[in-house]
């Protein structure tokens, strides 16, 4: 293990955790995850492994058989994760977000039900909040849940599920107006239904059509997809919490901590860039000597490697503002923004430094070339990132009188 993005004060079971995760990262996913991505595969073998280890348990309660540990904890270990293969991360990290959900806001029959078989990763979860036409603008959503008696009938079309086709579990954000006035803020008439169903794709349920992967740049292997909504019948039971209007809050406190973990995937595959990168600049040789030795390219590793340390700082910082109980939203909006802009420029750095062998499918750094986007529009946009810690800003600086 190299110096860069250690992390002061670890329990020694968080210690023992996250160097677990790293020994299967080398072991188990960088070997293979290069040829998987070309082939877009999803990763089973992988995914079964981390299931043994228990990854998919890791911030559920002991009482409902997971670990019960901390965000930072989980966040150290995506970074992990990430370093091998970011589309890894994001298997985990949306199951991640939808049994946060639940552990937070579910009512007691809901967590009973769904959390022991989340935590074993028996039931795998996907959230979706996106529709095709409004993008960062999640107030504006049209998929409606209208009541019929004891059941919602849902209507509408969702976009951008990560896990829509492997997952058995979405947690689907509506609208439902029932006993909201007329004129009540949008944020206040959503719902957030958990909607059961079995892994695939066409028309998976009554009502419910996953059509099918779409064709992405990068961030193979794990599938993303539509869902669309045609009159599903969910029970009423299903409205996480037992309550309406409350859809919107429940899901920005899930998206708040995957924010983090989107900064932690940021910082590792940062980190992956700068190893392939100081590697590499240590075998290539131009004008007689190791392009290392160029201070050009000494410059260029110095500064990749203090972008994977302040975004590693920051990420790390954000983990510990929420686990200790505090609003993160700022922090953790400010890690996601860094994380993701720095990891961009580690990557298009290591990029260069390989030269034209950078362009060639046979190394490492093309493939996380097309990953490393991603990070700049998932879970908010980097100007929605800017917007959120703007305003946080104005009101702890709001000048007084």
Request: glycine share 12%; net charge negative; with cysteine.
């Amino acid at each position: 293990m190299g110096r860069l993005a250690q992390t002061e004060g670890l329990t020694d079971i968080q210690r023992e955790i996250v160097s677990t995760v790293r020994d299967f990262v080398d072991k188990e996913i960088i070997p293979v995850a290069t040829e998987l991505e070309h082939r877009d595969e999803y990763p089973t073998q992988i995914v079964e492994g981390l299931k043994e280890l228990g990854i998919f348990g890791l911030m559920i309660p002991e009482e409902y058989g997971g670990l019960g540990e901390s965000l930072l904890t989980y966040a150290l270990c995506v970074e992990e994760i990430a370093r091998g293969w970011m589309s890894v991360s994001g298997i985990i990290n949306t199951h991640f977000i939808v049994a946060y959900m639940l552990k937070q806001h579910g009512t007691d029959e809901q967590k009973e039900y769904f959390l022991p078989r989340m935590a074993a990763g028996d039931v795998r979860g996907a959230f979706s909040m996106s529709e095709p036409g409004l993008g960062s603008d999640v107030s504006a959503i049209t998929t409606k849940g209208v009541r019929d008696g004891d059941e919602y009938v849902l209507t509408g079309q969702k976009m951008w599920l990560t896990n829509g086709g492997t997952s058995s579990l979405v947690a689907v954000l509506c609208r439902t107006d029932e006993g909201h006035p007329e004129g009540t803020a949008p944020h206040r008439s959503m719902t957030t239904f958990l909607v059961e169903k079995e892994p695939g794709f066409g028309e998976v349920k009554p009502g419910l059509t996953i059509p099918g992967k779409i064709d992405k740049m990068g961030y193979k292997g794990v599938d993303t997809t539509e869902l669309i909504l045609d009159g599903l019948r969910v029970p009423e039971n299903r409205v996480l919490g037992g309550r309406t209007g409350r859809g919107f809050y429940q899901m920005m406190d899930g998206v708040e901590v995957g924010r983090v973990n989107v900064a932690a995937r940021g910082c590792g595959v940062a980190q992956r860039a700068f190893e392939l990168g100081v590697s590499y600049a240590q075998q290539r040789h131009t004008f007689g000597k190791p392009i290392a030795q160029h201070q050009a390219i000494q410059f260029k590793l110095a500064e990749m490697a203090t972008k994977v340390e302040a975004a590693h700082a920051l990420m790390v910082g954000a983990a510990r503002k929420k686990d200790s109980g505090q609003r993160n939203d700022l922090e953790a909006g400010m890690a996601k923004y860094l994380a993701s802009e720095y990891c961009k420029e580690v990557v298009e750095d290591a990029f260069r430094i390989h030269g034209g062998y950078g362009f060639s499918k046979e190394y490492e750094i093309e493939r996380l070339y097309r990953e490393a986007p991603m990070l700049l529009i998932g879970e908010g946009t980097a100007e929605i990132q800017k917007m959120i810690v703007g305003r946080r800003l104005l009101e702890e600086y709001k000048i007084q009188g």
